[in-house]
């Protein structure tokens, strides 16, 4: 009889030791939600919040916009340790100039020799980390001056490896136990905040770096949150300052003033693969009228995207995609898309809603991973609208990319890889152009920046021509923060959390 | 006793054996690559083939799957479950980190369970068709058909978003380290109560509508009218007579629970943000991390063969009609 009591009592009691006013009320301190919780700053995790503790050599939308433009668009200057950098005429030798005024959180100036080490480190196969770009050597020319040579003519030489370490900490170490480093759980970076404390599974406690390049940071004290639970409840229980969400939860905080919202598109876009190697997905008119019949527009309003969400179609640089230079999309125009089916034989003869062509219904699936079913159910509705009908099969992440590759599928929201494995030889889902092909290998190993810039324009007119895929939205990060919070537009980049020392906690809130 | 817990044991290992060779053959035939982690384009660092194939190479993901198969019984028979795929750190340390903290909740969630539904059982039994017995059969009832996920999930807007009494999520507080011994006391309480809270109160639910039965059954006994005959109080009829026989079922319920204590319990460990082993288990089976998944799926057969064998050991204590021999005793 008494166990009801006892129950009552176990819920109460602790509660009542002290509401939980959650960290997120501390008017000192800024607390951002970060999902994973095991090794957010180690080497594994890919998508770790490296940048609150490291510098980057140079941020990707700089080696894009250039100095002048960066500081123009942005207002602040670029992160990163590099002040300069130029390239052979041949693309195999890359000279970086390094800032001398860099130091690593424990005072020790940053110099070539931290590069030369860290790239040594990456490529040790003791380490068995695989990673970085193909370097063959790298030379130190004086304290802060560093030579790459790379093993083919390329692009910038240091994608995939773009944090450094520190030399005089790391260099004694055994490199086969690189993994388990007590280094990664107490890092000492040279970025904008320092490492303060660790509590695994529940968060991690950085500090401002007085001795930033890029200016004291704008709070003084940061915590990451480290936890999986919804970000709505976390953001609503006022625990935390800043939380990624998805797009859907923020149309529930859209208009609510507690809170502030941020999209961050990049440059990798979401798009809808048609099997070419099947019918329908042949005909090129086909693919054409499936465009024009899908609103893409209203598919972002729909999926809870903001408004001006960049769109085209067709390949595009992705640096073009950062100066806001894409092309134009193919137009919604649901009238023409009907007109070219019904031109290509493709016609709903007894009016059951479904388009027919030599007994063949228009009827396909589409595989998608659970994430993207809303997105899928929306093409649905927009394109039954022309007459064809459209199966929607969920399944996770890695099916759909089997399936892609093996090119078990009709149409597919797959993760693809790079451009060249996906439009150029042998692509999975059988685009065969050959110009495509060699310009996709000419673009790899372009050196002049007008070159890369002529060939990425006749990519994207040739693919915009043929329509092999669907170009559906670019990848965006949602932000959310509770309206204390400031600066929340020069909050960037998701995972490894660029900008965050930009957000400051607003004065007239405390 | 020992000869026959020695024979069971004898008799697990071919089982075990079994479970975990088709658990390794089943995992690898699934679709799915644990290299998918490195094809991503959404992530910063993709791979190129080579690099692929050498990180393949030393995880022996290009040998022939028997040979693999091979290494993984050898390295296990020397407790070594191999190095995570995910986290590059080896797993034996992966299941060090995450089984204390699932022990925490399990443990306690199963002591609410028994306290709370035996308790129940025997109240609804003992005043069968009164307003409380009522109140316990529909309410159990109603808890016990109510996904755990969806209670959880009110449980943390009411006590957490609406109210600010209780955390959302984690296992203690930032500030845990500068707490005094009775504030990091109260501290852990208050983040176990809800998860804890929710796993209990699902299994007392089940728990005390079987009680309840089992006692209805047993209070029917003739040697419960018989103690009644000789006057004994009617607490001492119910306590030492009827419910120590209704426990004995139930005995082997909670022995079978024993791999669910570290098992962890997937879906509330996920929305409590709990560190513990169905957490772990549930990202291995996303990502695809073969040894991870191997070792909580070896854990949970062994502890299942464990929890059977403890609870015929247990029944055969609590009830001494049954013989270790397997014959009933007249």
Redesign the interface.
Known sequence: VASPRILLTAIVLPAAAGCDRGPGSDPDTLVLLYESDEWVLGPSNDDSPKFLVFLPLADSNWRCWGRERWEAERGWPPPGVARSWERSGDGRVWTVRLREDVRWHDGVPVTAQDVAFSLELWKDPDVGWYAGAPVASVEVLDGHTVRFTLERPGDWPLQGWEVFLPRHLLEALPRDEFFTWDFWRQPVGNGPFRYVRHVPGVMIEFEANPDYVGGRPGVDRLVLRLSSALPLTELLSGRVDVAPISPLDALKLAGDPRFRLRFSASSTAVWLFWNLRRPPFDDPAVRRALTHAVDRRALHGALGYPEGLPLTDGIYDWCAFYREELAEPVPYDPVEAVRLLEVAGWADADGGGVRVRDGRPLRFELVLEDRYLPAGVVLQDQLRRIGAAVTLTSVEQSIVNRRFLAGDFDAAIPRRSGLMETFGEGSPFGYENPRVAELLRARRTAVEDAEREAIGRELGEITRAELPALFLFPRTTTWAARSRVGGLERLYESGNMMGVEHLRLEPESR | VIGYAARRVLQAIPLLLGIVTVTFFLVRMA???PM?LY?????????DPE??E??RQ?HGLDQPIHVQYAKWVANVARGDFGESF????PVNRLLA?AIP?TLQLTVLALL?DA??GI??GI?AAVRQYSLLDRVVTVGSLVVYAMPGFWLA?ML??L???H???????????????FLSLSGKL?DR??HL?LPV?VLG?ASAAGTARYMRNRLLEVLSEEYVVAARARGFPERTVILRHAVRNALIPIITIYGLSLPFLLGGATIIE????W?GMG?LTVEAV?G?DYPVIMATTTIAAALTVLGNLLADLAYAWADPRVSYGGKRRA
């Open positions: 679709p799915g690559d998918d094809l991503d384009s959404d992530r910063r660092r993709t791979l690099a692929i050498l990180i030393k995910r986290h590059r750190r980190e903290f609410l306290l709370v308790s129940l109240v999930l943390v807007l006590f957490s978003v109210l600010g009494w209780l955390p959302t999520s984690q296992t203690r507080s930032f500030d845990y380290e109260v309480l208050r109560v809270f109160v996920t929305i409590f943000a560190p957490r996303g695809r």
